[in-house]
């Protein structure tokens, strides 16, 4: 793959810290230091939360395990308990092939609305 082949050269470089502006090809840190950037990648981190939903409805659709991390609480990792037609889509780890995964759940939904794979009862 081709950003393999960059990094290892140096041309591709990981820079730590936060961003305290960008000013047109360049990036300036947090601790003030000045990067020259064709392209920024924002690696933020990830919490599972859904605060455009109402938050009954949001609290419903997710649950805790024992160490405090939070995750689905929906039937085979897509369909909300009470609300059949709310799914997510994709919130699992592949190591790289969400997207057919996603894919293959929107199917499954949809097979379901309209009829031709019933829930269990």
Partial sequence: ??????????RIQFA?????SLQGRRVI???GEE???DE???CTGY???FPFLPSELADSFLARSAG???????????MHP????????????TFGNESCVGEMQARWALAHWVGRRPLPS
Avoid: Q, W
């Fill in 16 to 20: 730590a810290g936060g961003i305290a």
């Fill in 82 to 93: 009470a609300e059949p037609t709310l799914c997510a889509l994709s919130f699992l780890l």
């Fill in 29 to 31: 840190t947090t601790e």
């Fill in 47 to 49: 919490h599972l939360s």
């Fill in 40 to 42: 920024v990648v924002l």
């Fill in 68 to 78: 405090g991390r939070r995750h689905l609480n929906a039937y085979k990792l897509v």
């Fill in 35 to 37: 990067l020259e950037a």
């Fill in 1 to 10: 793959v081709e950003y393999r082949k960059l990094l290892e050269s140096g």
